[in-house]
């Protein structure tokens, strides 16, 4: 798996294509579990969280059933816990979910990439 973070309209989604052309995208903000877990990539992860949690689903057990399902996807998810504290609890807690989501993912990945200004930076590689 490879886990690609960075803020948002930083060219994560770009910079993912460019090193992955061969990837089957789907997008986070529209796609199933069922989707997400035979694709090649995914971008805007962090919608997929959103949704997710929205429809009162547990994400924290997504990373184990990534990795059991589809070892090899390629993850674009924005970094969120930057900036004010939302007054929203569904705001805060999607925040947290992502935040430890992500950290879950990147403990597994064999890369994690941050891209900021479209430049990729590799910050693990195992």
């Excluded at 803020?7 to 796609?31: I, L, S």
């Excluded at 547990?58 to 990373?63: E, I, T």
């Excluded at 947290?96 to 693990?124: K, Q």
Aim: charged share 25%; with cysteine; aromatic share 8%.
């Amino acid at each position: 798996m490879e886990l690609i973070v960075g803020g948002a309209y930083q060219g994560k989604q770009a910079y993912a294509r460019e090193k992955f052309p061969q990837a089957a995208w789907v997008d986070g903000a529209a796609c199933t579990l069922e989707e997400l877990l035979g694709a090649g990539g995914v971008y805007r992860f962090h919608d997929f969280l959103d949704r997710q949690m929205r429809q009162g689903e547990d994400v924290q057990a997504l990373p184990g059933l990534i990795m059991a399902k589809n070892p090899d996807l390629v993850i674009v998810s924005d970094e969120v816990g930057y900036g004010v504290v939302p007054v929203d609890a569904h705001e805060r807690a999607f925040r947290e979910a992502v935040g430890r989501v992500c950290c879950a993912l990147a403990a597994e990945a064999r890369r994690v990439h941050r891209v900021v200004c479209g430049v990729g930076t590799v910050i693990r590689d195992v």
